[in-house]
């Protein structure tokens, strides 16, 4: 995240350098008078410009990919599997019915490949599953470990 926030500043520096540059050839400064201008007006919109693309590039990192929130240890979902689920959305039954049928535990990057969801819709749905207490997700290496609670 840090290493595309400056590769945004470094691009935004040179546009805005290059534009000062061009405006200043055409106005007849001389290179020295052109220095002062640019380093002082570069250094303000470096400043601007890097901290409005950090904070938006922050909020849309959180907003695309939300914690999945695990419930605390004893599990929220009571009932028969089948009365649950008939309460869930389809693309939720076919994530549960997936965890059911492998042992009512999978990795993330499993259930991706085999519903055929997109890895953010996966993780989504997990999200809300998790909410409801019928999944609890850990980390494991580059995906999470999802484990079906239902009885």
Do not use: C
């Not at 907003?63 to 605390?72: D, L």
């Not at 055929?116 to 997990?126: A, E």
């Amino acid at each position: 995240m840090i290493l595309v926030l400056l590769i945004v500043v470094v691009i935004g520096a040179s546009i805005e350098s290059w534009y000062l540059t061009s405006q200043e050839m055409m106005d007849g400064r001389g290179m020295g008078q052109m220095m002062g201008a640019m380093s002082q007006a570069s250094l303000v919109w470096l400043v601007i410009v890097g901290s409005i693309v950090g904070i938006v590039g922050l909020l849309a990192y959180y907003v695309t990919f939300p914690e999945i929130k695990s419930p605390p240890d004893q599990p929220k979902a009571s009932g028969s599997y089948d009365v649950v689920l008939r309460f869930l959305k389809e693309d939720e039954k076919k994530v549960v019915e997936f965890l059911r049928n492998s042992g009512n535990e999978s990795l993330q990057k499993d259930i991706v490949k085999d519903t055929g969801f997109s890895k953010i819709k996966t993780h989504r749905i997990l999200a809300r599953l998790a909410e409801r207490g019928l999944i609890s997700a850990q980390r494991q290496g580059k995906t999470n470990r999802v484990r079906l609670l239902l009885q």
